[in-house]
């Protein structure tokens, strides 16, 4: 049984720094791993995933070169460094897992199976 539990979120002001952290157990077979978004009244977004076998990384353009998704293998932890935030960066933000192989780069939520229950985050002007 997969189970993933992020942690991080908070309220910063816009120019600021975060790191969510997705602590994962049990054992992911599929080869991706990502973050995706939710703000209120607006359809979920992919922001960043990571391929676990190769280690390429995708990001979406809104965060591209202000996000960095990395993982520690020893500490079967996901994380997301997220800087120079904005305040359209405010949303609900979820840790997901793939359990067969998928195209990473597409920041697909639908081709992944486990799901966190989220960390809010908010940034203000």
């Known amino acids: 049984q997969v189970q993933l539990v992020e942690s991080g979120g908070g309220s910063v002001q816009a120019g600021g720094s975060l790191r969510l952290s997705c602590a994962t157990s049990g054992y992911i077979i599929g080869n991706c791993m990502g973050w995706f978004r939710q703000a209120p009244g607006k359809e979920r977004e992919g922001v960043a995933s990571i391929d676990l076998g190769g280690g390429s990384t995708y990001y979406a353009d809104s965060v591209q070169g202000r996000f960095t998704i990395s993982q520690d293998n020893a500490k079967n932890t996901l994380y997301l460094q997220m800087d120079s935030l904005k305040p359209e960066d405010t949303a609900m933000y979820y840790c997901?897992?793939?359990?067969?192989?998928?195209?990473?780069?597409?920041?697909?939520?639908?081709?992944?199976?486990?799901w966190g229950q989220g960390t809010q985050v908010t940034v203000s002007s």
């Open positions: 997901a897992a793939t359990r067969v192989f998928r195209r990473c780069s597409l920041l697909n939520g639908n081709d992944y199976n486990y």
